[in-house]
C-alpha cells in the first residue's frame, strides 16, 4: 500500500442529484474517517468506523449523508439529493494505532 | 469541549525570514494530541508533527521547530530561514486520546513566501 485512495479526485454534479466516493485505507487500518473542508476552513470530522462498525457521526452528517464500510475494508460516502452546500473536499483518513492518521487526496465535489 | 483557534488568516513573507504560525488550543483534557499539517495547493494534508500533552520538549527538525507551552496553551510553529516551497495552508489540530481519537482542528493559516 501506498497510502490511503479516494476515487474519485473530482466529482460535478447537478443540484438534486446523488453522488457516491469511494475511500480505500491503507489495508492493516482499521479506523477510518470521514472530514469534510469547505473552501477556507479546516477539516470538519463527520464519521469514524472501526472496522466494519459505523462508532459515531456528525451532527454535520444529515440524513442525506450515508456512509458504509463494508467488511471492514473500503468505505463509500453517498450523498442524495445534493445541494450547492454541500460543495466541499471530503477527506478520508486510516489509522492504525489510534494515534495519527493517514490522509487521502480528498474528493473535491462541487453542486452546480 | 475542544477547541482550535489560528487567529493569523494569512501572513506574507520573504523569502529567507523566519515565521512563527501560531496555535491556542482548549480542552479540559488531561491527555491529548496536538498535530500540525500542511495543505499545498494540490489539497492533501501532509502530517508534519505529532506532540503528546505530557511531553511538552520543544522539537526541531530542520528549518522546522515547535514550541508547546501547556501553561498558555499554545503549540506555535516556526520556519526559519523561509523558501518558496514552503507557500501552503497549515492547520494545527488536536485529538483527545479516547474514544473516537478525532481531529479538531483550526481554521489554518495561509503563509505566503514570496522570492
Known amino acids: 500500500d501506498t497510502g490511503v485512495s479516494q476515487d474519485p479526485r473530482h466529482k460535478i454534479t447537478k443540484r438534486g442529484q446523488n453522488v457516491t466516493f469511494r475511500c480505500d485505507p491503507i489495508?492493516?487500518?482499521?479506523?477510518l474517517y470521514w472530514y469534510r473542508q469547505t473552501l477556507g476552513q479546516g477539516p470538519e470530522f463527520l464519521t469514524y468506523f472501526q472496522n466494519e462498525a459505523q462508532l459515531e457521526k456528525s451532527r454535520l452528517l444529515s440524513d442525506r449523508f450515508s456512509a458504509e464500510r463494508p467488511k471492514g475494508s473500503f468505505s463509500t460516502l453517498e450523498i442524495q439529493r445534493t445541494e450547492q452546500g454541500d460543495s466541499a473536499m471530503y477527506l478520508c483518513?486510516?489509522?492504525?494505532?489510534?494515534?495519527?492518521?493517514?490522509f487521502g487526496s480528498g474528493t473535491r465535489l462541487t453542486v452546480v | 469541549a475542544q477547541k482550535v483557534t489560528q487567529a493569523q488568516t494569512e501572513i506574507s513573507v520573504v523569502e529567507k525570514e523566519d515565521v512563527t504560525l501560531d496555535c491556542v488550543y482548549e480542552t479540559r483534557d488531561t491527555t491529548y494530541y496536538l498535530f500540525w499539517y500542511k495543505q499545498p495547493p494540490s489539497g492533501e494534508l501532509v502530517f508534519l508533527i505529532r506532540?503528546?500533552?505530557?511531553?511538552?520538549q520543544n522539537e526541531i527538525s530542520g528549518r522546522y521547530s515547535w514550541n508547546f507551552q501547556k501553561s498558555t496553551s499554545s503549540f506555535n510553529f516556526t520556519i526559519t530561514a523561509s523558501q518558496v516551497v514552503d507557500s501552503a495552508v497549515y492547520f494545527c489540530?488536536?485529538?483527545?486520546?479516547?474514544?473516537?481519537?478525532?481531529?479538531?482542528f483550526g481554521t489554518g493559516t495561509r503563509l505566503k513566501v514570496l522570492a
Open positions: 483518513a486510516s489509522s492504525l494505532d489510534a494515534e495519527s492518521y493517514t
Open positions: 506532540r503528546n500533552s505530557f511531553d511538552e
Open positions: 489540530a488536536l485529538s483527545v486520546t479516547s474514544g473516537t481519537y478525532k481531529y479538531i
Open positions: 489495508s492493516e487500518h482499521n479506523r
